[in-house]
């Protein structure tokens, strides 16, 4: 009986070292397929280094450090078993791992971003923050006076300006209105045009005499566009038109315009902007050449919002007779120098923009 019973102990251990093994077995193999799993995070910084191809510009993208994002892309490396970015002096490009767990992302994000546009649409409160993305002449020229009003009618309202030149995508919520100066805006964006800036010749007040025989082009010393804004149509307008050579070139039309203020030259500026300024003087008639469109764009999706529609109305009320206003200030009536034929060598014809009929919104164009 001592053996029989020796023989089901024996049979019981080792029935139960095998049950062991397997449960440890299982728990290693879920502990792994929970390792390996990607989070939202992870698609996010896949994402982002295969949009921007390094380490730094995901890092901006998603407003992290540097060390954050080589930390997140070696564990995600390490979990999954497989390379995703070839690294070649400093660059991370992706291979077929990464543009598949990108292209994902991609669906992932424009869904979400689809969702929160469509509830931050059915939002009928009058309160909370708008960020409004436009250029740097606009939002130090314009807008200051414009959004006072508007900030003392909605207490409850901010606003955000994102002034910057580069386009902000409307589709991933950078921001919800745009105010831009464009020949050609999104059509898949819901736009309206405003207004159109013109341009003519601007000198710091005390360099020029307005009663004096005004020389020849030539003889001025000239402050010009840089590459940067080369994209511009006045600034291609201005290359063919005006023959001279500028003694300076900048790629801000901000610089631009304070550079000729400090008595650098003389350059082609937006009126609306250089008749604020104090300094600058008009030397010549408004060029018979391009103007440019300002459109105020929005995403579809977001136009029952309360404060964003409130905004827009605000804005389509107020900034076409302010640019108007200022634009009248900018005359140089009898001036000789005004007086006096300002004929380029040549024109560039503008291509038509056809505007929307006035007190409706479109689809940009």
């Known amino acids: 009986m001592g053996g029989s019973r020796r023989l089901i102990v024996a049979g019981s251990a080792d029935y139960d070292l095998h049950v062991c093994k397997e449960i440890i077995k299982m728990r290693k193999q879920s502990l792994h397929e929970r390792k390996t799993k990607l989070a939202w995070v992870d698609v996010q910084t896949v994402l982002a280094v295969v949009r921007t191809g390094s380490l730094s510009g995901a890092a901006r993208e998603l407003d992290v450090e540097h060390s954050t994002v080589f930390r997140r892309i070696d564990d995600i490396e390490q979990r999954l078993g497989a390379r995703l970015f070839d690294r070649e002096r400093g660059s991370y490009i992706a291979n077929g791992h990464a543009e598949t767990i990108a292209e994902a992302g991609r669906h992932m994000e424009a869904a979400a971003l689809e969702a929160e546009r469509r509830v931050l649409g059915a939002d009928t409160r009058l309160t909370g923050t708008i ?108 290359r063919s038109a005006i023959p001279v050579t500028p003694r300076v070139r900048v790629d801000s039309l901000q610089a631009m315009l304070h550079a000729v203020a400090a008595g650098v030259g003389v350059a082609v500026l937006p009126r609306f902007a250089a008749a604020q300024d104090p300094r600058l003087t008009q030397i010549s008639e408004p060029i018979d050449g391009p103007k440019m469109p300002i459109w105020l764009l929005s995403h579809p999706d977001i136009r029952g919002n309360a404060r964003v529609r409130a905004l827009s109305q605000h804005l389509i009320a107020h900034l076409p007779p302010a640019i108007e206003s200022a634009q009248a200030r900018a005359a140089c009536s009898e001036r000789l120098w005004c007086r006096a034929a300002f004929k380029p060598a040549k024109r560039v014809r503008q291509r038509a923009t056809p505007a929307p009929a006035p007190g409706s919104d479109a689809p940009a164009r």
Do not use: K
């Open 131 to 238: 960020r409004l993305a436009t250029s740097d002449l606009l939002a130090a020229y314009l807008l200051p006076s414009i959004l006072d009003g508007f900030l003392r009618s909605h207490p409850d309202i901010e606003i955000e300006m994102a002034v910057s030149g580069a386009n902000v995508d409307l589709h991933r919520r950078e921001a919800d209105l745009a105010l831009r100066a464009t020949l050609a805006p999104p059509e898949s964006l819901i736009g309206r045009q405003l207004a159109l800036i013109d341009y003519a010749v601007f000198a710091r007040c005390d360099s020029v005499d307005p009663n004096a025989i005004p020389p020849d082009l030539q003889a001025l010393t000239w402050v010009g566009f840089d590459d940067g804004l080369q994209h511009l149509q006045i600034a291609q307008w201005v």
